[in-house]
């Protein structure tokens, strides 16, 4: 006779729920507030230009992608004995390796997938300037330019994901360092 397997209940938290919402709509509106910044700039700019744009918003990405995979990957220890010794950065890193979850959460899928959603509409934008500008309708070009986007996100997040695991802890020290700046900033604003 099979044995009976039981299953946990985990009670869903009123924070997680919270935070969940949250999440969401910060979503939402960064992701309305940058595709209409970028339909904007593509409106009037040559094609090198767009095609820039869209270059930066891949690596934006690939480089916010790598950031959420080097905080899940990294140990909290080496911080400690940096934050005793009163080194710069070292307490916002421990904040962020404590918080890994919802800084992974951020960088790879809010900041990431915005990022991925936003590459897109812009390589429409391209193609579409392109058939205009030289009078063509391919669906090659369309094709062309999707697989384009998706080879240079794909491809560059696999690369960024294994640089960001074997420099894990350099990665959180530096992004730790830039919030350390940014507060100090903030506070020197304040007074």
Do not use: W
């Given at each position: 006779?099979?044995?009976?397997?039981?299953?946990?209940?985990?009670?869903?938290?009123?924070?997680?729920?919270?935070?969940?919402?949250?999440?969401?709509?910060?979503?939402?509106?960064?992701?309305?507030?940058?595709?209409?910044?970028?339909?904007?700039?593509?409106?009037?700019?040559?094609?090198?230009?767009?095609?820039?744009?869209?270059?930066?918003?891949?690596?934006?990405?690939?480089?916010?992608?790598?950031?959420?995979?080097?905080?899940?990957?990294v140990?909290?220890?080496?911080?400690h004995?940096?934050?005793?010794?009163?080194?710069?950065?070292?307490?916002?890193?421990?904040?962020?390796?404590?918080?890994?979850?919802?800084?992974?959460?951020?960088?790879?899928?809010v900041?990431?997938?915005?990022?991925?959603?936003?590459?897109?509409?812009?390589?429409?934008?391209?193609?579409?300037?392109?058939?205009?500008?030289?009078g063509?309708?391919?669906?090659?070009?369309?094709?062309?330019?999707?697989?384009?986007?998706?080879?240079?996100?794909?491809?560059?997040?696999?690369?960024?994901?294994?640089?960001?695991?074997?420099?894990?802890?350099?990665?959180?020290?530096?992004?730790?360092?830039?919030?350390?700046?940014?507060?100090?900033?903030?506070?020197?604003?304040?007074?």
């Amino acid at each position: 006779m099979a044995k009976k397997i039981k299953f946990r209940r985990v009670k869903v938290k009123e924070q997680s729920i919270k935070m969940l919402v949250l999440i969401t709509g910060m979503t939402f509106l960064i992701a309305m507030l940058f595709s209409y910044i970028f339909e904007v700039l593509l409106a009037d700019v040559p094609l090198v230009i767009a095609f820039f744009l869209l270059i930066s918003i891949i690596i934006i990405g690939i480089i916010c992608d790598g950031i959420g995979n080097a905080v899940v990957a990294v140990d909290e220890v080496t911080f400690h004995a940096m934050a005793a010794s009163k080194v710069k950065g070292a307490k916002e890193s421990i904040v962020l390796i404590r918080n890994a979850p919802m800084v992974a959460n951020l960088f790879n899928d809010v900041i990431g997938d915005i990022c991925g959603i936003i590459s897109g509409s812009t390589a429409t934008a391209i193609v579409l300037s392109i058939e205009t500008g030289f009078g063509i309708q391919s669906v090659l070009l369309s094709i062309a330019m999707s697989g384009f986007v998706a080879a240079l996100t794909v491809g560059g997040k696999a690369i960024g994901k294994s640089f960001a695991i074997a420099r894990a802890r350099y990665i959180v020290y530096y992004v730790g360092i830039i919030m350390y700046y940014v507060k100090k900033i903030i506070k020197s604003n304040r007074k």
